[in-house]
């Protein structure tokens, strides 16, 4: 059975005999790029190789790249613990073509790999191309895979962007179909977002640049951009139907259940996936030079390491867990990713500095949210004021408060929440007008109006975004 790091190299190795290069991983912020939080896919650092503002000796590369999707337009915090194929970190393999070969190649590619390379059963496969795209659909009938299983897709599914601007186009994706035992439906259909049909791989055709008003250019050459999930085809690959039953998760869990309930396989279960998800974002995230802070990248940190930090304590942890962790990381990915070595002291010590902290007031505003929950109607939202109030007084951003609200069937007034965090922005600034200093104040308080304050950028990622 091949570990997540064999299947790394045999992706690495199987696209350098075609003539790709090696190219090691960007961080996990991207350099001179304000539009992106944090890299969240392949291509960023070779977003001005597609738009042609930057050569380098070479049109075809290959890489494994960390990825973070906890905010902004490609968002998965939620969606950890609750489906078998989503992670906050994982590792995006991809091979891109700069202006070299294009579709024909790149699905031939894909195809040879999965089919030959990894012997994955070809009549498990299903592909989407974008709907007005007959060339891809072409390719892959000539190819063989059936008509039927050929689906056309006309949403933004299959027309891919990294964020908001930069380069971009249709794309292909390649599911693998694990079984009617589980359930979901084919891409395109009511159930698509269930666990029976994964996708695996997805193979962009970059031809587009997109703009901030709206409009999109032509990219003066076609190149090419892909990006496989490590764990999707390490689960695949390991027989396995779940990216936590993979070797390298399934070894975090149970560092998770070695220093809590000790039973990864029990109901703590979701707990210990969310932390062994957490462990590798936040302490990737360290390596890489970001701290926990209240505002913008540093805000998002924190708030992963508060998530994780409140499971933890569902499973009974009294003292601080995750930093006990990350010799397990490291001992996992120390290999492929040496600055997590490197790192390793840095990410322990701010691990167990933040745990100490929060725990004093996590406990509190947990007892807060249960009496404030149990005198309200069985079916009724949690009230703005109580959620302001956990954030301001107990450090709970609103997405942890909704995370716990979400294990109980209950939601949060999001506007109440909005609302009491303008009333609190508008006393301070009454607060500091009166100070002497109001002709200061007014001009911090426009900059925080355009660029969004620390508070603002903490909850709502989707904003702070285009604000960093
Ligand atoms: P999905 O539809 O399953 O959320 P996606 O279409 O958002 O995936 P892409 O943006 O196409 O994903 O990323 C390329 C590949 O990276 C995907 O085909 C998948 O294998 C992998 N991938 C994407 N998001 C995640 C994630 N959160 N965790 C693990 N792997 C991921
Ligand atoms: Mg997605
Ligand atoms: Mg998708
Ligand atoms: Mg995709």
């Known amino acids: ?17 075609q003539g790709h290069r090696i190219v090691p991983s960007s961080p996990l912020v991207p350099r001179n790029d304000p539009t992106l939080m944090f890299t969240n896919s392949g291509m960023v ?11 380098r000796d070479y049109t075809r590369a290959t890489t494994s790249q960390k990825c973070v999707r906890a905010g902004g337009k490609h968002n998965d915090l939620d969606n950890v613990g609750y489906t078998a194929r989503h992670h906050t970190f994982f590792e995006m393999l991809g091979n891109f073509s700069f ?23 070809a009549s498990r496969l299903l592909v989407t191309v974008y709907h007005t795209d007959d060339e891809a659909f072409e390719i892959w009938k000539k190819i063989g895979i059936p008509e039927d299983r050929i689906i056309r897709i006309a949403t933004s599914d299959n027309f891919w962007q990294m964020g908001p601007t930069g380069p971009c186009g249709p794309c292909t994706e390649i599911f693998y179909d694990h079984g009617d035992h589980i359930w979901g439906g084919p891409p395109g259909s009511a159930e698509e977002d269930g666990d029976r049909y994964i996708e695996i791989w997805n193979i962009v055709f ?7 008003d709206g409009s999109m250019r032509a990219l003066d050459m076609q190149s090419i ?42 109901p703590g279960n979701v707990h210990h996936r969310v932390i062994a998800d957490h462990l590798r974002s936040t302490s990737f995230l360290i390596a890489d030079g970001v701290m926990p802070a209240n505002d913008g990248r540093g805000y998002v940190l924190r708030r992963i390491m508060r998530r994780a930090m409140r499971h933890a304590h569902l499973l009974g942890a009294q003292d601080p867990v995750m930093h006990r962790l990350v010799p397990s990381l490291v001992h996992e990915m120390g290999a492929a990713y040496p600055e997590l070595g490197q790192a390793q002291s840095l990410i322990e010590e701010t691990l167990k500095q933040e745990e100490t902290r929060f725990k004093q007031t996590l406990d509190r505003g947990l007892k807060l949210l249960d009496d404030e929950l149990g005198k309200l109607p069985a079916d009724a939202a949690l009230p703005g004021e109580t959620a302001f109030k956990l954030y301001d007084t107990f450090g709970f951003p609103l997405d942890l408060t ?53 508070d603002f950028l903490g909850y709502d990622t989707e904003t702070a975004e285009g604000q960093i």
């Open 402 to 454: 909704q995370d716990a609200l979400r294990e109980k069937d209950r939601s949060v007034d999001t506007a109440g929440f909005d609302t009491a965090m303008a009333e609190q922005k508008a006393k301070a600034r009454a607060a500091w007008s009166g100070s002497g200093e109001a002709a200061d104040a007014a001009i911090w308080f426009d900059i925080a109006d355009k660029h969004g304050t620390t």
């Open 45 to 55: 650092q070779f977003k001005n190789l597609f738009t042609g503002v930057e050569h």
């Open 99 to 121: 202006g070299d070969y294009f579709k024909t190649e790149a699905i031939g590619f894909a195809y040879e790999l999965i089919t030959r390379d990894f012997g994955i059963d």
């Open 1 to 17: 059975m091949p570990s997540l790091n064999d299947i790394r190299s045999t992706f690495l190795n199987y696209f350098e005999k």
């Open 206 to 212: 970059m031809q587009n640049e997109q703009f901030e």
């Open 225 to 266: 951009d892909t990006g496989m999930g490590l764990e999707r085809i390490g689960a695949l690959l390991q027989g396995k139907h779940d990216n936590y039953d993979t070797d390298l998760m399934r070894h975090l869990i149970e560092a998770s259940a070695n220093v809590t309930d000790g039973a990864p396989d029990g």
